[in-house]
């Protein structure tokens, strides 16, 4: 049964960061794609953030310059630091599997993370 369980998420002032992880088990981690969405109250939910198989990493221009996707193959984990957090940046944050794909675009996958809680105020 593949699990993904977030974790990281907080209370934050303006400019502060922090750092989300995402464990990922009883799947094989190192083949697939991984992505970080987010959503905020009445809004959809928004893909922030991917990583591929090979290390290749793209960005929501909302967050390029400030979040840094990254992953560890040995530890099944897939990490989001935050940098410079902002109001609007306050959200539920999921992490998914992603579908293997040939595209530079990332394609969501059955499986979510519980979510994490990020508030960014002061």
């Known amino acids: 049964q593949v699990q993904l369980v977030e974790s990281g998420g907080g209370l934050v002032q303006p400019g502060g960061s922090l750092r989300l992880s995402c464990a990922v088990s009883?799947?094989?981690?190192?083949?697939?794609?991984m992505g970080w969405y987010r959503q905020a109250p009445g809004k959809q939910r928004e893909l922030v953030a991917h990583?591929?198989?090979?290390?290749?990493?793209n960005y929501a221009d909302s967050v390029k310059g400030r979040f840094t996707i990254s992953r560890d193959n040995a530890k099944n984990t897939v990490h989001l630091q935050m940098n410079s957090l902002q109001p609007e940046d306050t959200a539920v944050y999921y992490c998914n599997r992603g579908f293997p794909t040939t595209s530079s675009g990332y394609v969501a996958g059955t499986y979510w993370g519980q979510g994490t809680q990020v508030t960014v105020s002061s």
């Open positions: 009883g799947s094989i981690f190192s083949i697939y794609p």
């Open positions: 990583i591929t198989s090979g290390g290749g990493t």
